[in-house]
């Protein structure tokens, strides 16, 4: 059985990642941009690292939506409809 820890879903480049997650909060959902990569951290700054262009692209088009076990089969439903529909306000069915 999953323990639905983390739910994420990568965003078409047209679409802004960011703006999503934005609309989502206006909504009273909670959303988040996915994890920033280690070798964009501030702290991390002074470090030598490579071009990490995969990990880079998968923090702007990635967003972790709301999940956990206290999530409800309607909260998800809500979560999936609310997004969907942002998806297509902003040119992708």
């Known amino acids: 059985r999953s323990n639905a ?3 994420t879903i990568v ?3 047209a679409l802004h ?7 989502l909060h206006a ?10 990569p280690m070798h964009l951290q501030p702290v991390f700054k002074s470090y030598q690292s490579s071009r990490l262009t995969v990990s880079e692209d998968l923090f702007t088009r990635g ?3 709301p999940s956990g076990p206290g999530l409800s ?7 999936a409809a609310n997004m969907l529909d942002l998806v297509r306000l902003n040119g992708q069915s």
Not at 17 to 23: K, L, P, T
Not at 73 to 79: K, L, N
């Open 17 to 23: 990642a960011r703006g999503i997650v934005e609309a």
């Open 63 to 65: 967003i972790c939506c």
């Open 27 to 36: 909504r009273g959902i909670e959303a988040r941009m996915n994890w920033k």
């Open 73 to 79: 089969d309607s909260d998800i439903e809500e979560v």
């Open 11 to 13: 965003l078409p480049k």
């Open 5 to 7: 820890w983390l739910t």
